[in-house]
């Protein structure tokens, strides 16, 4: 899967956040409430595979050190093949490199898959947060991302990452 940085506004991304949103009604039957609002301040990733985009997320800024991890998501036809794991690598890498230490997210109690990824991806579960204090949907996590505090670890653990990456695609 080719990565690629894109704007909010782009027509390819807003189709695969629409399919989440959509995918989220149904596994919710409409009760969480959640809406989709574009955050322009946000670094959106799309994932492609043979000239279409199956995945996407994206970090935007909570404080100076944390980010937020927001809409990950891979089209259902392309599950199973590592595409979630490797958006979320991807999505650790540029938080790293633009300087945060430590990323968040939300996702809901209802997405077991989602929770076991970010399990097995090293985050820890932490009390809810924010917008999400309310939400009782809400099931949120937190991960120090590697070498934080240390940019010649940091950037081993980037190199290191991007061997994986490169053995992936």
Known sequence: MLIESRASSDPELAALVVAQQRELREADGGLDGQVFMPHDDARYL???????????GAI???????????????RPAQRGQGFARQMLGALEELALRAGY???RLETGSYLPGAIQLYLSSGYVEIPVYGEYVDNAYSVCFEKRLPGAGS??????????????????T
């Open 151 to 168: 940019a010649t670890s940091g950037m081993q653990w980037l190199a290191g990452r991007a061997e994986a990456t490169a053995s992936l």
């Open 101 to 103: 230490t430590v990323l």
């Open 46 to 56: 799309v994932g492609v595979v043979a000239g279409r985009a199956v995945a996407c």
């Open 60 to 74: 935007q800024a909570l404080d100076r050190n944390t980010a937020e991890v927001k809409r990950m998501y891979v």
